[in-house]
């Protein structure tokens, strides 16, 4: 996610209720970087419940829920969606109603950090992330957050002590940062949470030499799964 050139790693939720119809199905899911953008399509078994995981079925099943009209725009900016090993924040959800009576429904997450899987309660070819990756994912994050903060420096200290014409770039480089910051701030509390998250994650994952190692009587003893072995200090 590129904050300062407004390239949010985004997330759609694309949903249609029929007229009559008690319930919404999930029509498709768009996943939107930098480089690319993907769309999942469902045709089969595609209700909120049977395509969503959980956590992210409840929340969107409550949206879904607080619908009063016809057309409407609805946005939650603060609230941040947290599921293992995903973080999605700065909601909207914009309904439409034809004149058939269907509705249509798009659930919009501005920012998301860590791995799609996490989002779905059925299998995709987006695998979850390694606790390795979920590291880099993090680094990558702050990467974007560090990144506009220095260019801004170096052009302000620059400005400083350069002709008219740099110093006029510096401050429109400072009063765009301005206007960044409740942004950064944002995605920074989202990396906050994610890294938590990736840190629970790792805590739940065996290592893959499972062994405990006690030490008593000045000797360790440890224990492996295939032969149990005691080694002098």
């Known amino acids: 996610m590129n904050v300062e050139k407004n390239k949010p790693d985004m997330l759609s939720i694309q949903l249609s209720q029929a007229p009559g119809d ?6 498709s899911v768009d996943i939107a970087q930098p480089n690319f953008r993907h769309r ?3 045709s089969n078994q595609n209700g909120v419940d049977a395509i969503l995981s959980p956590k992210l079925a409840k929340y969107v099943q409550k949206l879904l829920g607080s619908i009063n009209k016809d057309a409407m725009v609805f946005s939650e900016p603060d609230t941040v969606v947290e599921l293992p090993g995903l973080v999605l924040g700065r909601l909207r959800m914009l309904v439409h109603t034809g004149a058939n009576l269907a509705r249509q429904v798009i659930i919009r997450f501005a920012y998301f950090i860590g791995g799609v899987q996490a989002a779905f309660g059925i299998e995709t070819h987006f695998s979850l992330p390694s606790v390795n990756h979920r590291e880099a994912l993090a680094v990558a994050a702050l990467h974007d957050i560090c990144i506009p903060v220095f260019d801004v420096v170096s052009n302000v200290l620059g400005g400083l002590f350069g002709d008219d014409t740099a110093q006029r770039s510096a401050q429109e480089r400072l009063s765009r940062f301005t206007e960044l910051e409740s942004e950064l701030l944002f995605y920074l ?6 890294i938590k998250s990736a840190g629970e994650f790792a805590e739940l994952q065996p290592p893959p030499n499972v062994f405990a190692l006690a030490s008593a009587g000045g000797r360790a003893h440890m224990q492996t799964p295939f032969a149990n072995q005691e080694r002098a200090d």
Do not use: M, P, W
């Open 22 to 27: 008690a319930g919404f199905i999930v029509d």
């Open 40 to 42: 999942l399509s469902f």
């Open 189 to 194: 509390e989202l990396l906050k949470r994610y």
